[in-house]
């Protein structure tokens, strides 16, 4: 009996060094890379989304990066459809797939499967965003809550995206989104690899932290953020401003404060950011720990050899 497809996840938090992991491995096995970021998908966020360089992308391809433009939204739902394509693809090659990020929820849509929601209906987004308008996204937070109140105890009130998307799926099926959620099927047909880098060391975390938000200001990213704001359809409330860094340095160069207090402001959205993942990783199911502070390479590689996978990940020649 044929055995389902290896599917590697190396999960971890932002600044572990999970990109620099997954370009060694794919160096040395015969795996393909696929993107678990949601804000790697938006063309024209570079250098604070850390995307790996062109050349380097060119040697060693990573699917699921640039493909939204940055005032477009990106879902999980989505994310799963491409994720699995993506899969099947690699798969048919005879490779291996090697999903890398730290976007918990998309990786854990892959391996429990999302409830089966309606699609996106413009008309009724349209009439939710009027009301917005008038009355402001916290009235419509007070709605949901009258609605779905489950849904709306976990959204802020100014959480335009998901606000819209809970009243939108009650008004297309009459149930609240609360209930809908959770009737997801696993997905069967895949063997998964779960790898999570966890800092031991949670101060040299936040250090390197620290210096890569220098590098990526020394880089450019204020004028990277500059020139996402002068694209006629952005605004700060797009999804894809909610990345940490580009809101904080948005709302710098509108005026709201100075450079000083957006980069405390970043570094202190960044370190909230790699504690929720953690959170996440703590809550989830994973069958290996790397401490970030070893050698990751060498530890997930004899790890691979270790856990059953030898026959389907061999050193590549090259």
């Known amino acids: 009996m044929t055995s389902s497809p290896l599917v590697i996840c190396l999960m971890g938090p932002t600044a572990v060094g999970k990109t620099a992991l997954a370009v060694e491995l ?18 024209g ?12 992308l060119a040697e060693v391809p990573h699917r699921l ?21 993506a899969i099947g693809e690699i798969v048919a090659a005879g490779r291996v797939p090697l999903l890398v990020g730290g976007t918990m929820l998309y990786f854990r849509s892959l391996w ?10 413009s008309a009724v987004r349209a009439a939710i965003d009027r009301l917005a308008a008038e009355s402001g996204w916290p009235a419509l937070h007070d709605e949901l809550a009258r609605v779905d ?4 105890k976990r959204l802020h009130p100014t959480d335009r995206q998901r606000i819209q998307r809970a009243l939108e799926v009650y008004q297309l099926t ?54 996402l704001m002068q694209l006629p359809p952005m605004r700060a ?14 709302g710098m160069l509108a005026g709201h404060y100075d450079r000083a207090e957006a980069g405390r402001r970043a570094l202190a959205a960044t370190r909230q950011l790699a504690k929720r993942q953690l959170t996440w990783l703590r809550h989830d199911v994973y069958e290996l720990s790397i401490a970030m502070e070893a050698d990751l390479a060498a530890e997930v590689g004899a790890a691979l050899r270790t856990h059953g996978v030898q026959d389907a990940l061999s050193v590549s020649s090259g």
């Open 26 to 43: 794919a160096r040395r096995f015969p795996v393909s890379i696929v993107s678990v970021d949601s804000a790697l998908v938006y063309r």
């Open 45 to 56: 966020m570079d250098i604070g989304t850390g995307k790996p360089a062109p050349e380097l």
């Open 65 to 85: 990066i640039d493909i939204r433009e940055p005032w477009e939204s990106y879902s999980a739902g989505e994310f799963l459809r491409d994720a699995r394509a």
């Open 112 to 121: 429990q499967g999302l409830s089966e929601l309606p699609e996106a209906d």
């Open 149 to 152: 109140p489950l849904t709306a």
């Open 174 to 227: 009459g149930v609240p989104l609360s209930a809908q959620q959770g009737r997801a099927s696993p997905a069967r047909d895949l063997r998964f690899l779960r790898i999570a880098v966890i800092p031991q060391d949670r101060q040299l975390l936040h250090a390197r932290i620290e210096a890569r938000f220098s590098e990526m200001l020394a880089r450019g990213l204020v004028a990277e953020v500059e020139g």
């Open 237 to 250: 409330d797009r999804p894809a401003m909610r990345a940490v860094g580009y809101r904080q340095l948005w």
